[in-house]
């Protein structure tokens, strides 16, 4: 009970809590944020990648992998990348509607 399988090692470990190294990328509890598991980093924080942000939040980088947590966009609103968007559909820079999955045959 409590294992799950390392996302790097493939090996079942105990996924670590707040405070602990995460060599696997997996937490318990939080987010892996440079390596240690950590509170998701709230609206406007600094970020280096949408994981980092607590959900529904994104983060919006600025350069060099360094931008701050945004909250989503709205159908309708420029967008460079479907995770900006609420419905996290990006098409010809503009937010759009949830495309619904179609499995193929």
Do not use: H, N
């Not at 949408?50 to 959900?55: A, F, K, N, Q, R």
């Amino acid at each position: 009970e409590g294992l799950q399988c390392g996302f790097l090692s493939g090996v079942c470990v105990v996924e670590p809590t707040l405070g602990e190294p995460c060599p696997d990328l997996a937490c318990a509890e939080g987010t892996c944020i440079a390596g240690v598991c950590s509170s998701p980093v709230k609206r406007g924080g600094p970020c280096r990648g949408t994981p980092e942000c607590e959900y529904p939040l994104y983060c919006e980088i600025v350069s060099d992998f360094s931008g701050t947590c945004q909250p989503r966009k709205a159908m309708g609103v420029a967008c460079a990348d479907l995770d900006e968007c609420e419905s996290f559909t990006c098409i010809d820079g503009v937010c759009g509607p949830v495309e619904p999955w179609i499995c193929g045959a």
